[in-house]
């Protein structure tokens, strides 16, 4: 039980990599603040925490709109009395197009949720734990953010961007007991890899790359968000854990 009396806020909890996480988290006795899009949290999500006995509230929350996220914090924060871990998971790919042809309107879209929306809850989340005496966040960012992905030029900027803000802040918070650092997943079995391309052929192309030849699964990625809001990583904080089946070291 890692994570007992923890709470953690969860962005992007519905579903994927965030729907592993929050699963992980309950198992291991965490307390749940779980936000997303939609106005519910989904069916079986709910049923499973209930019956793992965890307790948990989901707000909706739009990581874009950073007054929708201050305000969901601090519900939180009121509700639970505090928040010991953030983890900020929420994003959205964007369309695949070349550059040259990449709207400008989808440019400001990926930006707004994927770097603007870690940087509304980091915000959030930094002056809470600098009240409250320390915190860990755990950003999700991506290979993307090492190595360049074709007609991705929006996805891939937003998660140099992550990277970018988890190193720069753990710089500024290394001496406040609060640590911050990211996973950083390849191609993994989520809606948002399913959203890709409906090409089975580029799918399986993008398998092949992969050399262990296989896409990653949520829960893989979950594993090491919890290796990374735990003490385990008591000395680890800037950095991001590539989980990618060995694509980027090719
Ligand atoms: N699946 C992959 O191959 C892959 C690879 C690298 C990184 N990632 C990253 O992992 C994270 C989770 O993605 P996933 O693969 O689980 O995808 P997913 O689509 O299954 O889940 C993403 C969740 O984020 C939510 N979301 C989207 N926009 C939001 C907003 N504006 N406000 C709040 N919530 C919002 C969605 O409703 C959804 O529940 C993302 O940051 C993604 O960029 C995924």
Redesign the pocket.
């Known amino acids: 039980m890692r994570f007992k009396d923890k709470c953690v806020f969860i962005?992007?909890?519905?579903?994927?990599?965030?729907?592993?996480a929050t699963l992980k988290f309950a198992k291991e006795g965490a307390i749940l603040a779980l936000?997303?899009?939609?106005e519910q949290l989904n069916d079986n999500l709910q049923k499973e925490l209930k019956q793992l006995n965890t307790r948990f509230s989901y707000k909706k929350?739009?990581?874009?709109?950073s007054e929708?996220v201050y305000r969901v914090f601090a519900e939180f924060v009121n509700e639970f009395g505090k928040i010991d871990i953030g983890v900020n998971?929420?994003?959205?790919?964007g369309p695949r197009i070349k550059t040259d042809a990449y709207p400008e309107s989808s440019f400001d879209q990926v930006i707004?949720?994927?770097v603007k929306?870690v940087f509304y809850c980091m915000k959030g989340e930094l002056n809470h734990f600098m009240q409250n005496g320390g915190g860990v966040i755990v950003n999700?960012?991506?290979?993307?953010g090492y190595v360049g992905m074709g007609k991705h030029i929006a996805?891939g900027a937003?998660?140099h961007a992550?990277l970018g803000m988890t190193k720069s802040a753990s710089v500024e918070y290394g001496t406040k007991n609060i640590r911050i650092n990211a996973?950083?997943?390849?191609?993994?079995?989520?809606?948002?890899?399913e959203?890709?391309d409906d090409d089975m052929a580029f799918k399986e192309m993008l398998k092949i790359s992969t050399p262990m030849k296989r896409?990653?699964k949520?829960e893989e990625?979950a594993d090491a968000i919890l290796y990374l809001a735990s003490d385990e990583s008591s000395f680890m904080t800037g950095q991001g854990i590539i989980l990618d089946g060995g694509l980027s070291v090719q």
């Open positions: 962005t992007g909890a519905n579903a994927g990599i965030g729907e592993q936000s997303d899009l939609s929350c739009d990581v874009a709109q929708s998971n929420a994003g959205i790919l707004d949720v994927n929306g999700t960012a991506s290979v993307a996805y937003s998660k992550v996973v950083c997943p390849g191609f993994t079995e989520t809606a948002m890899l959203s890709v896409f990653g949520p990625i």
